[in-house]
């Protein structure tokens, strides 16, 4: 049977997750309906994807009996209050990244989920995808012995974008891809919480933070880098340095296709899309739609690939550097 999706928002991000989904097995995924906004903004939607039901509200959405998990694709301000919808009403949640904009924020999202008995997922696709599946193995068999240094960039000129500069809409490099960097150190360093965070950056004069570096200090003298911007570009690629060598997650780190160990490149080739995408790779969301299949299959309430404890870490670290630099949102004090 089918895995039965539900759309929230008919943005950017759900084009490229729904044509995503074009290409896995009918039989195995279908979208069965769409929520936005405006129900002239769904139904635009649902005609190009092909999607039976548009509904003009995320609570009609909610209360359709025909879904079997929600991904929900609005903005990084609204993650919190539209998480709780779904997770109150009994579904399943696929929520894109960042899960909400503090720590607060998430560990109220995990606990609606736990208290309704529902899966809940922060939608960080590198998780999910061949390259990172292959990284895990690498370090479990000591490919490149003891781990010492990671190193991951990624900077993406993005100041024209709204949504990236502006406080009220949860603008920012770390929270929009400073995010991948961090999380690609935790799945290093397997969910361990570092010994101490030190951030610095410069901000923009809407008050979110332009560029950040950020170094975390681990136990056994092991250490992580990562630098990221929406002024610049930037390699976008991570590097896991170790004593017997060296595993390099190519451009770009947060959806790879290639992976280089000790110099040996292997290629893990994407799907072509079906339509025009709006963001690189992003035919590699169907891994994650696969993930939540799998475990919705299994009756697991989460993924061991992005567990609810790595989405807190991973926030309570990103709300440390964001003291750090200066970045406040109006969510902090709420």
Not at 41 to 69: M, V
Not at 260 to 272: A, F, I, R
């Amino acid at each position: 049977m089918a895995t039965r999706w539900g759309i929230c928002g008919a943005g950017k991000i759900s084009h490229d997750f729904s044509v995503a989904m074009k290409t896995l097995p009918a039989k195995e995924h279908q979208i069965t309906a769409v929520a936005a906004r405006s129900l002239e903004r769904a139904r635009k939607f649902a005609e190009t994807h092909g999607i039976p039901k548009a509904y003009g509200s995320y609570e009609e959405l909610a209360d359709d009996p025909d879904i079997d998990i929600v991904y929900v694709g609005v903005l990084h301000t609204e993650h919190l209050k539209v998480g709780l919808l779904f997770l109150n009403a009994g579904r399943n949640v696929l929520c894109e990244k960042p899960f909400a904009m503090n720590l607060r924020e998430v560990k109220q999202l995990t606990t609606a989920s736990r208290r309704n008995n529902v899966f809940l997922m922060e939608a960080l696709w590198s998780r999910c995808f061949p390259v990172y599946t292959e990284v895990g193995r690498l370090l479990a068999e000591d490919a490149v012995g003891d781990v010492k240094l990671v190193k991951a960039y990624f900077g993406s000129p993005q100041l024209h974008i709204p949504r990236s500069v502006e406080k009220g809409l949860g603008g920012g490099a770390l929270l929009d891809i400073g995010v991948y960097c961090l999380q690609f150190v935790l799945m290093v360093f397997k969910g361990e919480r570092p010994k101490s965070v030190h951030a610095t950056g410069v901000l923009l004069d809407s008050g979110v933070d332009e560029s950040m570096v950020v170094v975390l200090k681990y136990s056994r003298n092991r250490m992580a880098w990562c630098a990221f911007s929406i002024a610049v570009a930037l390699p976008n690629d991570a590097i896991i340095t170790g004593t017997k060598g060296t595993i390099k997650v190519s451009y770009p780190m947060h959806c790879p296709t290639t992976l280089e160990v000790n110099g040996k490149q292997t290629h893990y080739p994407l799907p072509d899309p079906s339509l025009p995408l709006h963001f690189t790779n992003s035919t590699g969301l169907r891994y994650e739609a696969e993930e939540v299949r799998q475990c919705l299959l299994k009756g697991l309430k989460e993924s061991r690939r992005m567990t609810l404890a790595d989405s807190e870490l991973l926030t309570e670290i990103m709300d440390e550097a964001r003291r750090q630099v200066g970045v406040v949102f109006d969510q902090d004090h709420q």
